[in-house]
């Protein structure tokens, strides 16, 4: 495998590990706040990804993109798989062959305008967003550092407690929303967790 490869394919096994892990603590937030069912939406999706690595992997960048984000819309459900997959196919979309550091952070803009777009969201609804925006607006601003920007994405989850949730189905419950964390920004951290950490073992 070329080096492109071995990256794609220790991403996806992470990500996908970090979901099945914490697919309990996914679903027990939901439970608070939802139905229940993000810790085994997103685990039934990233399974179904990494059962298709052997075909996603050899891919380029582009078109592995778009494969993991074909596979999110069609196995995760609920709101938050066309959201995911929406990230990952736009990224795909974006980025191009052979990605430098600035077709990235630019790439990772535009995944979260096309996210907006779909969920009709904004910052601050209590969604994933809530993680997504804080961490690409570290990247627009040049950190650098996997550690920082793990760490804002973990302040980022903290901080959607307080907020009362607008969108989604936690929005049903009105100010009951208020004093949970949102599960779809806690998969969020994890996954972003997942991606630094094997970005400082292959750095
Ligand atoms: P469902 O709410 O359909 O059961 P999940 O439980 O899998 O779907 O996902 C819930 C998560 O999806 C929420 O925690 C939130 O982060 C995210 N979400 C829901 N609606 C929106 C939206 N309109 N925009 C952005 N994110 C959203
Ligand atoms: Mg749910």
Redesign the pocket.
């Known amino acids: 495998m070329d080096r492109g490869a071995t990256l794609r394919e220790a991403l996806l096994k992470a990500v996908a590990e970090t979901i099945d892990r914490h697919a309990e603590e996914l679903t027990a937030?939901?439970q608070a706040?939802?139905?229940g069912?993000?810790g085994i939406?997103?685990k039934r999706g990233f399974e179904a990804a990494l059962a298709d690595s052997a075909n996603l992997v050899p891919k380029p960048w582009p078109d592995f993109l778009k494969g993991v984000g074909m596979t999110l819309v069609m196995k995760?459900?609920?709101?938050?798989?066309p959201?995911f997959g929406t990230f990952f196919l736009t990224l795909g979309k974006e980025l191009p062959a052979e990605p430098g550091q600035a077709d990235i952070v630019r790439a990772i803009r535009a995944a979260i305008v096309a996210?907006?777009a779909?969920?009709?969201?904004e910052r601050g609804?209590?969604?994933?967003?809530d993680v997504m925006i804080p961490v690409v607006e570290a990247l627009e601003a040049g950190e650098a550092d996997l550690t920082r920007l793990v760490g804002v994405a973990n302040g980022a989850v903290d901080a959607t407690k307080p907020i009362r949730a607008i969108?989604?189905?936690?929005s049903f419950l009105g100010d009951r929303s208020i004093g949970h964390i949102?599960?779809?920004?806690r998969?969020?951290a994890l996954m972003i967790a997942a991606v630094a950490q094997v970005l400082k073992e292959v750095a």
């Open positions: 937030l939901d706040i939802g139905d069912d993000h939406n997103m995760v459900g609920g709101a938050s798989g959201l996210v907006q779909r969920g009709k969201s609804q209590k969604t994933l967003l969108r989604g189905r936690a949102d599960p779809g920004a998969s969020s």
